[in-house]
């Protein structure tokens, strides 16, 4: 039997993992996938250091979990440029890295693994079972007991469904990776190109992730690749694509409860994600030490496991920010149905308001009337 067994071994569960098993806690970690961090399924873009303080400012000590080393940081940015559906452009400061996710999150796997953890991979789990007392997850192949489950299995979580647990709600992205020399600003496209969310070109050292997500309910009868296919043309970018990747990125803030008698949601299956942005990277991370460290505790008590300081200690350190992406979220629904309304919103808002809303700071729509 296992202490604590982690589905999923991206950001969120990895570093779980990491921190459970620092904790003295015997852990176990079942990824699907064959190779970990393969294929990448996100923009791979991190901000810096400095910007994870000010997006963050309830996390503590950030700098223990991102300082990134060289080799896995494709490039550098400075600043993100909003470009409405009309072609106005808007120019914040934000300073950000770009990853080369296999790496990084191979890297954060081993991490675990050096710190007492097993890594079982190619192996998908198909649910888990509770009888007697005790927790069993099942995977295509054989079973293994755990005192404590956590679901860092992604947006589509099995252990979230197995649990009876809410799942949040999904935005459908799509990506090509494409040749060429680009900029060191990230650019984002609002609404126009992806109804209901925005496009993407994110710069890498000899490429760029440029992609789109959206919201299915201002998509009408619209393929999201066609959608994609249409951007790319529209940047004159088509002749040089390399790879093509598409996943859900979670869009309507942390669920409710995200912990359930022994078992613990985290990062995407959690809904971590900043729900205006997409970003989920940071949020992931700090919420998967926390995860990790009451776990850790817990198995050390010996006394009958109880999670809630997990949901405690999670919404006290990244909570705020959580919330403030989601109402700027909600408030940017209201105008993503009309090209004439959001086009007036970012006018108004201009670049100050922009920096506001790219760092998750709360944003009073009467302040920019």
């Not at 192996?123 to 007991?145: A, D, F, H, L, W």
């Not at 300081?309 to 959580?322: H, I, P, S």
Request: charged content about 25%; aromatic content about 6%.
């Amino acid at each position: 039997m296992y202490d604590v067994i982690v589905v999923g071994a991206g950001p969120a569960g990895s570093t779980t993992a990491k921190y459970a098993a620092e904790g003295g806690a015997e852990t176990l970690i079942i990824e699907k996938r064959k190779q970990v961090g393969v294929p990448v399924q996100c923009g791979e873009f991190l901000p810096s250091l400095a910007e994870i303080y000010d997006l963050v400012p309830g996390a503590l000590n950030p700098e223990e979990l991102f300082v990134v080393k060289e080799s896995f940081i494709s490039r550098r940015t400075d600043k993100i440029r909003f470009i409405s559906p009309g072609g106005k452009k808007l120019v914040c400061d934000f300073s950000g890295i770009v990853l080369e996710r296999k790496l990084f999150d191979n890297y954060l796997a081993e991490e675990a693994v050096k710190s007492g953890a097993e890594l079982l991979t190619g192996t998908k789990v198909v649910g888990i079972e509770k009888n007697n007392g005790r927790t069993k997850v099942v995977t295509s192949g054989e079973s293994y007991e755990g005192k404590i489950i956590v679901g860092a299995d992604g947006p589509v979580s099995t252990v979230a469904d197995s649990a009876g647990m809410q799942k949040p709600e999904l935005s459908p992205c799509v990506n090509y990776e494409i040749a060429g020399d680009f900029e060191p600003v990230v650019e984002m496209y609002l609404g126009g190109a992806a109804p209901g969310g925005y496009a993407w070109v994110i710069p890498k050292a000899k490429s760029a992730n440029v992609g789109l997500g959206v919201q299915e309910k201002f998509v009408k009868n619209s393929n999201l690749k066609t959608l994609l296919d249409n951007f790319v043309e529209k940047l004159n970018l088509k002749k040089s694509i390399l790879n093509y990747s598409g996943g859900n990125d979670p869009c309507s803030g942390p669920i409710n409860e995200t912990v359930k008698e022994n078992v613990l949601l985290v990062g995407d299956a959690a809904g971590h994600v900043m729900a205006s942005n997409g970003g989920g990277i940071p949020i992931a991370m700090l919420c998967g030490r926390i995860a990790g460290e009451v776990c850790a505790e817990q198995i050390k008590n010996k006394n009958k496991i109880s999670l809630a300081g997990y949901e405690k200690l999670w919404r006290k350190q990244v909570g705020e920010t959580l919330s403030n992406s989601l109402k700027t979220k909600k408030i940017a629904d209201m105008v993503f149905g009309s090209g004439i309304l959001l086009e007036f919103a970012i006018g108004r808002l201009g670049s100050r308001g922009m920096e506001r809303v790219v760092r998750c700071k709360p944003v009073n729509p009467l302040n920019y009337l």
